[in-house]
């Protein structure tokens, strides 16, 4: 079975730092992986994802993040945060090589808040 | 605009009753999804729906219902048997097709069911 661990429940960081959050997952396979941002009360915006190629995904609202198959991480990454960042962020996988036809059987992590401060 | 609007955004029932949240997307995606969202828990599938008039069971689909009548439409019902139906319930779609699907899920706002 597929399944992803966001080890931290929150992170804080001040505004300008790098941030890091993580993630870590376990496929039978090659996996599809993804982030996603929530605001309060809101749906989940696609971030990034990484199906095959360059091990550094860039994204949206330059958040980047790194694929490496031998620690099965891909932890999200910005060189400089800002308070406007302050969310919550879900890492996604997909095995590609279980049978659900066309559909995207996406697990999630349980989700880390991010909170930027000034 | 393209895009998919859930409704109404904030529910509240009594208990005993059943309630069903509406989702309709405008994207032309043949897959469609729910979600629940719980603190602390991530999010949950409940159901799944890749064609018109198809569905399957998601990981937590006890309690709930679904209908796919249109390719635009993926309602679902949270029925009286949900032991636990205060969430956040959140519907997601994808495009159809093998080279299409990358996986990557487009969401709507979601809808808040709280039940009194």
């Known amino acids: 079975a597929q399944s992803v661990a966001q080890p931290e429940d929150q992170v804080n960081v001040a505004e300008g730092n790098p941030l890091t959050v993580k993630c870590t997952y376990s496929?039978?396979?090659?996996?599809?992986l993804f982030w996603y941002v929530q605001y309060p009360n809101r749906g989940l915006q696609f971030l990034l994802k990484?199906?095959?190629?360059?091990?550094l995904v860039k994204g949206s609202y330059g958040f980047e993040a790194e694929f490496n198959k031998s620690q099965t991480s891909f932890h999200l990454k910005k060189p400089s945060a800002l308070v406007s960042d302050s969310a919550l962020y879900f890492c996604?996988?997909?095995?590609?090589?279980?049978?659900?036809?066309?559909?995207?059987?996406?697990?999630f992590g349980t989700g880390t808040r991010l909170q930027v401060t000034l | 605009d393209g895009g998919i609007t859930q409704s109404p955004k904030y529910l509240f029932r009594k208990e005993g009753q059943n309630v069903t949240l509406s989702c309709e997307q405008n994207?032309?995606?043949?897959?469609m999804y729910w979600y629940r969202q719980d603190p602390g828990q991530g999010l949950r599938l409940i159901y799944y729906?890749?064609?018109?008039?198809?569905?399957q069971k998601g990981d937590i689909a006890e309690g709930y219902s679904v209908s796919r009548e249109k390719k635009e439409s993926f309602p679902l019902t949270v029925t009286s048997a949900q032991k636990n139906p205060t969430a956040f319930y959140l519907c997601?779609?994808?495009?159809?097709?093998?080279?299409?699907?990358?996986?990557?899920?487009?969401f709507g706002e979601g809808s808040r069911l709280t039940v009194l």
């Open positions: 729906s890749q064609i018109v008039n198809d569905f």
């Open positions: 994207l032309n995606h043949d897959a």
């Open positions: 496929v039978s396979g090659n996996p599809y």
């Open positions: 997601a779609s994808t495009p159809g097709g093998i080279i299409r699907n990358t996986g990557e899920l487009f």
């Open positions: 990484y199906i095959t190629g360059d091990n």
């Open positions: 996604a996988v997909r095995d590609p090589t279980k049978a659900t036809g066309t559909a995207s059987k996406l697990t």
